[in-house]
């Protein structure tokens, strides 16, 4: 079992940055990768970035491409993000979550692909 401990949310005006952070905790000697979903209220669950967490392959939502950037700490099982030119868009609940191991046709933007999640932290921008 893992477990995921989100911190750094809060509230940020348009334009500003936040840094979230990840701690991942457990049997995570054979986790691939770690991500971040955001849940917007009266919107799905979608995803934000991901890295593995050795920090050789990334991806991000075309969203926040060039504004988030993911990293990872191997040693430690922390992941980060960090979130510069804040828009209102971004206001939602972040989740960062991790696989059990990796599989065969591991998507890192694929939710499904994840098997442990936080209780996640929410982000507010003001306009």
């Known amino acids: 079992q893992v477990q995921l401990v989100e911190s750094g949310g809060g509230l940020a005006q348009a334009g500003g940055s936040l840094r979230l952070s990840c701690a991942a905790s457990g049997r995570t000697s054979t986790s691939y990768a770690v991500a971040w979903f955001r849940q917007a209220p009266g919107k799905e669950r979608e995803f934000v970035a991901a890295?593995?967490?050795?920090?050789?392959?990334?991806t991000y939502a075309d969203a926040v491409k060039g504004r988030f950037t993911i990293s990872s700490d191997n040693a430690s099982k922390t992941a980060f993000l960090q979130m510069n030119s804040l828009k209102p868009e971004d206001t939602a609940v972040y989740y960062c979550?991790?696989?059990?191991?990796?599989?065969?046709?591991?998507?890192?933007?694929?939710?499904?692909?994840?098997?442990?999640w936080g209780q996640g932290t929410q982000v507010t921008v003001s306009s």
């Open positions: 890295i593995t967490w050795g920090g050789g392959k990334s």
């Open positions: 979550a991790t696989d059990a191991y990796y599989v065969a046709g591991f998507e890192l933007d694929d939710a499904l692909d994840y098997d442990f």
